[in-house]
């Protein structure tokens, strides 16, 4: 039992702390939305989308959330045949150090993201519409 969290808290303390470098395969992407089945649809700074596989050691341990930052490497042109193009190494929860590395960048910069520009106006938090609105 004890070791099954000694490798969650693993995981989690390899995400706090960026690498020094990255390889040429290997890019900071923005997780767009998850698409079922340990897959990620992202953004890659070029604003290029891309199916990503979330790494073996990250799967129900962390979680990753919209707008979040993510380390991908991509997979070699015919290397697999699964539809995935790319896999998640590494996920970026301590932002600030993040942030703060050479090879982060300039297209994220904070507070960019926003879901989706074409959704209304929620109406969560607001008191439903009276009867004695005039009609």
Known sequence: MGRQNRGIQAAADETLTPPDTLTASQSLVRVLKPEGN????CEFPSKKTATLELAQKFR????IKRGGYALAERYEAGATDTRAEGEIINIVRGEKEWRKMPYWPKEFAKA???QDDSEEESNMGKMPPSDSEEE
Not at 38 to 41: A, D, E, K, Y
Not at 60 to 63: A, D, G, H, S
Request: charged share 10%; no cysteine; proline share 0%.
């Open 112 to 114: 960019e993201y926003n």
């Open 38 to 41: 340990n897959l990620f649809s």
């Open 60 to 63: 129900n341990t962390i979680w």
